[in-house]
């Protein structure tokens, strides 16, 4: 009898195992920089740290200086010592290596077909477990201290940014999966840097994504209240939707919009992970993209089927074709300021 519970503890831990390395194959999914690809690799400088305190960098590609592009890599999140820890059920991205370098997709600059094919590219890899937006450092149960410091490290990639191009006609600030989550705040930043800009944002995998306690516990509530957009943020209930409504309270010309698929398996099991009761991301989808159109009338999402996660970096983004609107097509009219229309609809639940 103790042998057989001791095995089926045994084969459920594993099965955990397996499961959050699933999990972190798919946020990590990158390929190494292509040979001559015109990707530099930049010292995050100090300041910039990753969650065990191994270095911080991004990678940057010069292109026009009237294009600029900003993409926050995803890699998960941790709260506790289970899925912080490294050694435990860890289920975030704990460092930055050569493998975390942009390919795929968006990231293929010198595919013809790229909408992003001439702008210059800053990728700022992910590290903290803190949707890029922490800013303090926690320890948890038997001394396990995490650098939940992800804002310094994008502050930094920004400001190579705002160093190198002075004046771009267009922004893009796209994130997929933990990268999609702060992307509205970091639209707004460079909304308020360059004011004639037209600001585009799009958040890739993270839309059923509502509850967001955490951003407390990482300091990134206490953090946020310094921009005045974000005063009003309830430390005791901050919501990753508001992030979105009160960045077009306070500047409503950045263009807002989401990309997901209405069945993602891995937005499926964080929300597991965070104790909701109800997992069928197609439910929280609609319930999300409801609201946020009805609060931000300009807001657009493209909702694409299956349980895929994330398609920006990947090469379905130019194949992919929901309602006869091709994917690759929506990002291009968006990023030229045309109108788009809302993608996919009948395939959320509300």
């Keep these: 009898m103790w042998y057989g519970a001791r095995l089926a503890r045994d084969m459920t831990r594993r099965s955990r195992t397996i499961r959050f390395a699933l999990i972190l ?24 740290t990753c969650a065990l305190g191994s ?27 289970a899925t912080c820890d490294p050694n435990d059920q860890p289920t975030y991205v704990s460092t930055v290596d ?8 968006l990231m293929e600059l010198e595919n013809p077909a790229n909408p992003l094919r001439d702008f210059t590219v800053v990728y700022v890899p992910y590290c903290t477990g803190d949707v890029h937006l922490g800013s303090r450092d926690v320890t948890y149960t038997g001394g396990l201290a995490i650098r939940h410091r992800g804002r310094a490290n994008v502050e930094a990639a920004l400001g190579w940014a705002f160093r190198s191009v002075t004046a771009p006609g267009v922004i893009l600030v796209a994130g997929e999966s933990a990268g999609a989550l702060p992307s509205p705040v970091y639209a707004l930043a460079m909304a308020r840097r360059y004011p004639n800009a037209r600001i585009v944002q799009i958040g890739d995998g993270a839309g059923a994504f509502r509850v967001a306690a955490a951003l407390t516990h990482w300091g990134a509530v206490d953090a946020l209240k310094h921009e005045s957009a974000f005063a009003t943020i309830d430390p005791a209930a901050p919501s990753y939707l508001a992030l979105y409504e009160l960045v077009a309270q306070a500047m409503p010309r950045v263009q807002l919009a989401q ?15 965070r104790g909701n009761p109800d997992t069928r991301v197609a439910v929280w989808l609609g319930r999300n993209m409801a609201e946020l159109r009805h609060s931000i009338p300009g807001f657009r999402a493209y909702s694409m089927p299956g349980t895929g996660h994330t398609v920006l970096r990947r090469p379905q983004f130019y194949t992919a074709s929901v309602d006869g609107v091709p994917l690759r097509d929506w990002v291009a009219h968006l990023l030229a300021g045309q109108e788009v229309t809302d993608v996919g609809e009948t395939l959320l639940t509300r």
């Excluded at 960098?57 to 995803?74: K, M, P």
């Excluded at 990309?259 to 992970?273: G, K, M, T, Y």
Aim: glycine share 14%; hydrophobic share 40%; with cysteine.
């Design 25 to 48: 194959l798919a946020l990590a999914a990158a390929a190494e920089v292509p040979a001559q690809s015109g990707w530099e690799r930049m010292e995050g400088g100090p300041g910039t």
């Design 98 to 105: 050569d493998q975390d370098a942009p390919a795929g997709g």
């Design 259 to 273: 990309i997901n698929s209405a069945e993602d398996s891995v937005q499926r099991r964080f929300l597991e992970l």
């Design 55 to 81: 270095p911080f960098s991004f990678w940057v590609h010069r292109g026009s200086s009237e294009r600029l592009a900003i993409y926050l890599r995803g890699g998960g999140a941790c709260w506790n010592k």
